[in-house]
């Protein structure tokens, strides 16, 4: 059974930080891709950035590229996965609800939590 424990979302001033954090366990061993995509209202889904714990490659939208960063426990028990989000200079246009997500590959979920609310206003 999948289950994802998400948390860190909140409010922060433009400028500020945050940080993502997210506990996903349950999946087959071939899931390598976990990251984290957003959804703000009246926007369409974007994938904000993953690692594939097969190879540790990354990705980052062009939207976040230089002011987030991913990382994960560089160890996966009982197909456990925790990965983080660090989230600095935050715009307020990057508020929305943030996902945390599970593929075999980066970008292709299969799988995601119930969100966190990630506001940025002054």
């Known amino acids: 059974q999948e289950q994802f424990v998400e948390s860190g979302g909140g409010l922060a001033q433009p400028g500020g930080s945050l940080r993502l954090s997210c506990a996903a366990s349950?999946?087959?061993?071939?899931?390598?891709?976990i990251g984290w995509f957003r959804q703000a209202p009246g926007k369409e889904r974007e994938g904000v950035s993953c690692i594939n714990m097969r190879d540790g490659s990354t990705y980052y939208a062009d939207s976040v590229k230089g002011r987030f960063t991913i990382s994960a426990d560089n160890t996966r028990d009982n197909r456990r996965y925790t990965v983080y989000l660090r989230m600095d200079s935050l715009k307020p246009e990057d508020t929305a609800v943030y996902y945390c997500?599970?593929?075999?590959?980066?970008?292709?979920?299969?799988?995601w939590g119930q969100g966190t609310q990630v506001t940025v206003s002054s």
């Open positions: 997500a599970v593929g075999r590959v980066c970008q292709e979920y299969d799988f």
């Open positions: 349950g999946f087959a061993l071939d899931y390598y891709g």
